[in-house]
């Protein structure tokens, strides 16, 4: 599955911030997410059967924060 290593743009400061962003991407098609706001670096794992990047993208976007594609990797299975 391929894995899209991220960095979120906008105003996150509470927990409901990355629960309405996580369950975008969980409801665009996402397997996993996770988010370090130390490093501010996230880790999103999707199955490109049914999604793609720039729907995740799209769905982080139509919240009115950024999404920013760092790296793309393939999965280890």
Known sequence: MPVMYVSLTGLLHC?????SIENALYSAGA??????LGKQVGRIVFDEKNTNEIKLVDAV????YGLD????????E
Do not use: A
């Open 69 to 76: 594609v760092l790296e793309m990797e393939e999965e280890s």
């Open 15 to 19: 927990t409901g911030c990355m629960t």
């Open 31 to 36: 397997t996993h997410f996770d988010y370090d």
């Open 61 to 64: 976007k139509r919240l009115g």
